[in-house]
């Protein structure tokens, strides 16, 4: 039977799509179109085609290599005609160190993300706050603004150099180790501060959280913080004075992260789910299609796990996936009233 009569009958699972790739409203060759079920690259004139489900899917659009644009993630589905799918612009700024004792900075602005010395970043263009981070003993100036416009990249240079000279009796000995990944909220980070120290969590003037101790200690980012409201700092307060430590926050950060094992099972295997959480979870459990609840049990520092056998019962809700059926599984892991989920699929002979 021809191909088109087939298509047209409904003899496939999958069906072709078709769509354009553009950046500033220009063809962009070479751009990646990428699905659960494969992908496509954009020809010169930006056009790319592939299959998916005949109900349609997501895909994952990615610039070529060099190209300053920032990713995009659509929902396509066949039979709706070519697609137009924009790429957002991107700036980059590019870090340079000047001097000794230089680490990086942290940008903040419409993302938030620190760079190191000698690093490049590609970001959402905008004006961001550029904050010098040195190794204990050393500086690099000033806060500083940096407008990052789009499809260019911008060499920032920052000289650093030891800090001055106190005399003893005022030197302060103080040692504090900060999360270098930007952090989200609701996420548990674990900070270490020597000597004894008081501890302020601010975003702006606003007060979130406070403690004092010495050592390794653990502080969660509140749900409810709001870049809005000025920048996430850590004010660290000892007896020789108090210094300022900026936090750059991410709210897209995954603060649930799910494997099986394995990832495609014959009907009546095992499978095990692992959940690793980056805030205090009281309890995770897995919904299995039909509505059961299967608990996670602890297995490891904010490591959650459970084993489960596929039977029939599983593929009520199945959709096809090539020689395999697509099983909808969601996790969710709940602290108090607060819940984070993520769903996963597993992959099930037929």
């Known amino acids: 039977m021809p191909r088109e009569v087939s298509l047209a009958l409904g003899g496939y699972d999958r069906l072709p799509v078709e769509g354009r790739v553009l950046l500033l ?36 659009v990615e610039p070529p290599m060099g190209v300053l644009a920032l990713p995009l993630e659509a929902h396509l589905r066949p039979r709706e005609g070519v697609a137009d799918l924009f790429l957002p612009p991107a700036g980059a700024l590019r870090l340079r160190c000047a001097g000794e004792g230089g680490r990086g900075a942290y940008l903040l602005g419409p993302a938030g993300i620190f760079v190191p010395c000698g690093g490049q970043a590609v970001l959402p263009p905008g004006t961001y706050r550029l904050l010098p981070h040195g190794e204990a003993g050393y500086r690099g100036g000033e806060e500083r603004r940096v407008e990052l416009p789009p499809s260019r990249e911008e060499v920032v240079e920052i000289a650093f150099g030891p800090l ?58 509140p749900w409810e913080v709001d870049r809005a409201r000025g920048p996430l700092v850590l004010e660290v307060q000892g007896e020789g004075g108090s210094r300022t430590y900026p936090l750059a926050l991410d709210p897209g950060r995954e603060l649930l992260l799910v494997e099986l094992s394995p990832v495609r099972v014959a009907l009546g295997e095992e499978v095990e789910v692992r959940a690793r959480v980056r805030f205090p979870a009281e309890s995770v459990e897995v919904l299995l299609p039909g509505g059961q609840a299967m608990p996670l049990g602890l297995a490891g520092e904010r490591v959650f796990a459970g084993r489960f056998r596929v039977g029939e019962d599983l593929l009520g809700e199945a959709s096809p996936v090539g020689r395999y059926l697509g099983v909808p599984l969601r996790v969710e892991a709940w602290q108090g009233e607060k819940r984070v989920g993520k769903g996963v699929r597993l992959l099930v002979q037929r």
Do not use: N
């Open 25 to 60: 409203g220009k063809p962009l060759p070479g751009a990646r179109v990428r699905s659960p079920a494969g992908e496509g690259v954009a020809d010169r004139e930006g056009c790319f085609s592939l299959w998916l489900p005949r109900e349609g899917g997501k895909v994952r």
């Open 164 to 221: 001055p000279v106190k005399p003893l009796e005022e030197a302060w000995a103080l040692e504090v180790s900060l999360p270098q990944d930007p952090v989200a909220p609701g996420e548990e980070e674990e900070l270490v501060v020597r000597p004894r120290a008081r501890l302020l969590l601010k975003e702006g003037e606003r007060v979130l959280w406070e403690g004092e101790g010495e050592g390794s200690l653990r502080f969660q980012v």
